[in-house]
């Protein structure tokens, strides 16, 4: 079986100056972006989404959106055809069409996130700016979440008191920190549950 011992998970929402992201994120943008679909998921370019550019990508948008940039070695298609082939190698494991369509949907969801900003409401919380709104409704539905429950999520914590359970209002700098862990979650997880088919299709079925 096949076991990892370390995902960087931080740097999803920050890296050193020069440094880009993981590769999935170029090739997730690239393949989209050949196929006309970044628009349904919300995706535009990668210089506007503050994960892939907090620090500044050392190349640019056309490198990628054009398929000149290739993370693994060289090819004619650049990162696009990289994301080709990482779609038949996890067809090759035995994901179905349904499985890469959701994996799609949480990668670009975990993208999204990062552009999820909040406001002071006062009183030390928070509440989402109205320019996020767009993005929140996006990334709502790409988890299958109604934007009320996930609104919520982003703003709110749920803690125990006594035998029941209420809301704590989060500030500015939590409801921050909070995206980000759950954009690092989001990642995470979907990396796990990679390493879990795969080790399916190495047992032996006797």
Known sequence: AMKHYLLEKSRLPFRNDGEGT????????AGLAKENNLA??????PSENTYLNTPPFPGT?????????????ENDEGVAEEWLQTLE?????????????SVTKLLAAATLLGDVKFKDGGNDDSSLDEASAAVVAKIAEMLGLSVESFNQ???????????EMALK????GAASSNRDAMAKSLFDQTFNWIFLT?????????
Not at 22 to 29: E, T, V
Not at 153 to 161: A, C, E, I
Not at 169 to 172: D, K, P, S
């Open 22 to 29: 993981f590769h999935i994120f170029y090739q997730l943008y």
């Open 40 to 45: 349904a998921y919300g995706l535009t370019k």
């Open 61 to 73: 948008d056309d490198d990628i959106l054009n398929g000149t940039w290739c993370t693994c070695g």
């Open 89 to 101: 190698g996890m067809k090759y494991v035995g994901c179905t069409d349904d499985d890469l369509a």
């Open 153 to 163: 999520s982003l703003t709110k914590l749920s803690v125990k008191m006594g035998r």
């Open 169 to 172: 209002n989060l500030t500015v």
């Open 198 to 206: 795969c080790n399916g299709s190495l047992m032996d079925p006797k």
